[in-house]
């Protein structure tokens, strides 16, 4: 990878073979493959996380557009009980295992005949600190669903949405990938590290017809809040409802950006954060 100066001072990377040399040098498709809300009348979504919460409120809007979709979780009550709702297809998945993810999209392919859209979304939080409750049991967990689970998924998906010439990929981070997280600082590195994939694998696909865009809620009304959504209530900060987050990734879906991570606040219009640039050398 090489870099080149920006006319802000700063630096960007650039040219070389980036971070995906390895999956080939085959040449771009002469029309990538736009994915956008007016456009997924048979096209095919993989969502992880996919039973509940956020990943319930994309699939249904997805569906609501005509789109076929692949719910993946590990809670197979829900995930099989939307598919039926949505005439989907439900696979067990624990997007912490390699093989998982590569079975969810080979399910897709299978079933569908191509990959257009993943969105990869499965998370938790860690329930440990770094002091005396350090659990090494639950970093582990954390940071395997968290950010293997992103980089297992966009490693399974590429190949296919090459196949299907280009197509999209959206990763939940959060806003705790932007901002520290005193209370779960485990949940914050690993958001940390799914923007900064995020930012990295926009720029490197983008030549190949495949868009990355990031997702950054605040405290939205999920089952991940758990008991801390009476403590935000009792500190009267308000809570999204995940109405709020599908709308946000219905804008970033139509936008024409790539590596960008897209804040979702309560009162705020969403929009990609803008990061500042780090200095350059002086030369």
Same mark, same amino acid.
């Given at each position: 990878?090489?870099?080149?100066?920006?006319?802000?001072?700063?630096?960007?990377?650039?040219?070389?073979?980036?971070?995906?040399?390895?999956?080939?040098?085959?040449?771009?498709?002469?029309?990538?493959?736009?994915?956008?809300?007016?456009?997924?009348?048979?096209?095919?979504?993989?969502?992880?996380?996919?039973?509940?919460?956020?990943?319930?409120?994309?699939?249904?809007?997805?569906?609501?557009?005509?789109?076929?979709?692949?719910?993946?979780?590990?809670?197979?009550?829900?995930?099989?009980?939307?598919?039926?709702?949505?005439?989907?297809?439900?696979?067990?998945?624990?997007?912490?295992?390699?093989?998982?993810?590569?079975?969810?999209?080979?399910?897709?392919?299978?079933?569908?005949?191509?990959?257009?859209?993943?969105?990869?979304?499965?998370?938790?939080?860690?329930?440990?600190?770094?002091?005396?409750?350090?659990?090494?049991?639950?970093?582990?967990?954390?940071?395997?669903?968290?950010?293997?689970?992103?980089?297992?998924?966009?490693?399974?998906?590429?190949?296919?949405?090459?196949?299907?010439?280009?197509?999209?990929?959206?990763?939940?981070?959060?806003?705790?990938?932007?901002?520290?997280?005193?209370?779960?600082?485990?949940?914050?590195?690993?958001?940390?590290? $799914?923007?900064?994939?995020?930012?990295?694998?926009?720029?490197?696909?983008?030549?190949?017809?495949?868009?990355?865009?990031?997702?950054?809620?605040?405290?939205?009304?999920?089952?991940?809040?758990?008991?801390?959504?009476?403590?935000?209530?009792?500190?009267?900060?308000?809570?999204?409802?995940?109405?709020?987050?599908?709308?946000?990734?219905?804008?970033?879906?139509?936008?024409?950006?790539?590596?960008?991570?897209?804040?979702?606040?309560?009162?705020?219009?969403?929009?990609?954060?803008?990061?500042?640039?780090?200095?350059?050398?002086? $030369?």
């Amino acid at each position: 990878m090489t870099t080149e100066k920006t006319g802000t001072g700063g630096w960007s990377a650039g040219g070389g073979g980036g971070l995906l040399s390895g999956l080939g040098t085959e040449s771009p498709a002469e029309a990538f493959n736009v994915v956008r809300s007016d456009r997924l009348e048979g096209r095919v979504a993989l969502v992880t996380g996919g039973g509940n919460g956020i990943g319930a409120g994309v699939a249904r809007r997805l569906a609501e557009g005509g789109a076929r979709l692949v719910l993946a979780d590990v809670d197979d009550a829900a995930g099989e009980k939307l598919a039926d709702e949505l005439d989907a297809t439900y696979v067990h998945c624990d997007v912490s295992r390699l093989e998982d993810n590569e079975a969810a999209v080979a399910t897709a392919v299978e079933r569908y005949g191509r990959l257009d859209l993943a969105f990869l979304n499965a998370g938790i939080t860690s329930g440990c600190g770094l002091g005396e409750d350090f659990d090494i049991r639950r970093y582990r967990l954390a940071m395997g669903v968290n950010l293997d689970g992103v980089v297992f998924g966009a490693h399974a998906a590429i190949p296919a949405l090459l196949a299907a010439g280009g197509g999209t990929i959206v990763a939940t981070a959060s806003m705790a990938g932007i901002v520290g997280i005193p209370s779960d600082p485990i949940y914050a590195a690993n958001k940390h590290a $799914v923007v900064g994939l995020v930012r990295s694998l926009g720029q490197d696909l983008q030549p190949r017809g495949i868009r990355v865009q990031g997702l950054c809620p605040s405290f939205a009304d999920t089952a991940i809040l758990g008991e801390g959504r009476e403590m935000l209530r009792q500190l009267g900060f308000p809570i999204l409802e995940v109405s709020a987050v599908v709308e946000t990734f219905v804008q970033l879906l139509d936008s024409e950006g790539t590596g960008e991570c897209w804040f979702v606040i309560p009162g705020r219009e969403s929009q990609p954060f803008s990061f500042r640039r780090a200095p350059g050398p002086r $030369v």
